[in-house]
């Protein structure tokens, strides 16, 4: 099964709020973690990213907190805008066995924002 | 620019066809990847390749196949032993499989069975 999950599938939030979009994950061995955005009939997009060694990271209008005690990781957007309306996808890299790495993707929050 | 470009955008198949979507990319990384995307879904996937001449499969591999002759192509093939082949389906590459890179994705190619 999965080891990435989000605990809200939808979220609806008033333009100008602040978002906050929350995913668990169960393998504490993951050390690196990615937050995608993919608009309606395109591609995900790279948002931010996080390496274990670290418990937040700040980009424009977003931020990305890393609790590893709780395995838990969040994507807060600042005064969300009609153009953040988007599913959101958090990501885990593991280390296989093979020494390679995968990422394994959750199955996404839906952002809608209400003007 | 660099990217990862996917073709066509829309593709429409009729039962017991076979099917050919297209992913190159000019980024000069050496994995690529193709996933599954259904509706309420997450990203399944269902081949990956590290190297050239090389792949493996993914979780949903099934009816599927793939070639790698060339760095910048990972050509995915959605056979008719694939029952229920309506989806999205994205490609995307890294870097390569030894490191904690992200991916890059195309923009989808719609495959719809009529």
């Known amino acids: 099964g999965e080891s990435v999950g989000l605990h809200l599938p939808t979220l609806s939030v008033q333009e100008g709020d602040n978002s906050i979009i929350n995913c668990a994950y169960s393998?504490?061995?993951?050390?690196?973690f990615i937050w995608y955005k993919q608009e309606s009939g395109k591609g995900p997009q790279f948002i931010i990213d996080?390496?274990?060694?670290?418990d937040k990271r700040q980009g424009q209008r977003v931020t990305v907190l890393l609790n590893k005690t709780v395995k838990h990781l969040s994507l807060q957007i600042a005064a969300t805008q009609p153009g953040d309306s988007a599913v959101y996808f958090c990501a885990e890299n593991m280390r296989s066995g093979a020494g390679s790495y995968q990422l394994t993707f959750g199955k996404g929050t839906k952002l809608s924002v209400i003007p | 620019d660099g990217g990862i470009t996917q073709s066509p955008k829309y593709l429409f198949r009729k039962e017991g066809q076979n099917v050919t979507l297209s992913c190159e990319q000019n980024?000069?990384?050496?994995?690529m990847y193709w996933y599954r995307q259904d509706p309420g879904q997450g990203l399944r996937l269902i081949y990956y390749s590290q190297i050239v001449n090389d792949f493996q499969k993914g979780d949903i591999a099934e009816g599927y196949s793939v070639s790698r002759e060339k760095k910048e192509s990972f050509p995915l093939t959605v056979t008719s032993a694939q029952k229920n082949p309506t989806a999205f389906y994205l490609c995307?590459?890294?870097?390569?499989?030894?490191?904690?890179?992200?991916?890059?994705f195309g923009s989808g190619t719609r495959l719809t069975v009529v």
């Open positions: 393998n504490s061995a993951s050390d690196y």
């Open positions: 995307a590459s890294s870097i390569d499989l030894t490191r904690d890179y992200g991916y890059t």
């Open positions: 996080i390496r274990s060694n670290m």
């Open positions: 980024l000069n990384h050496d994995a």
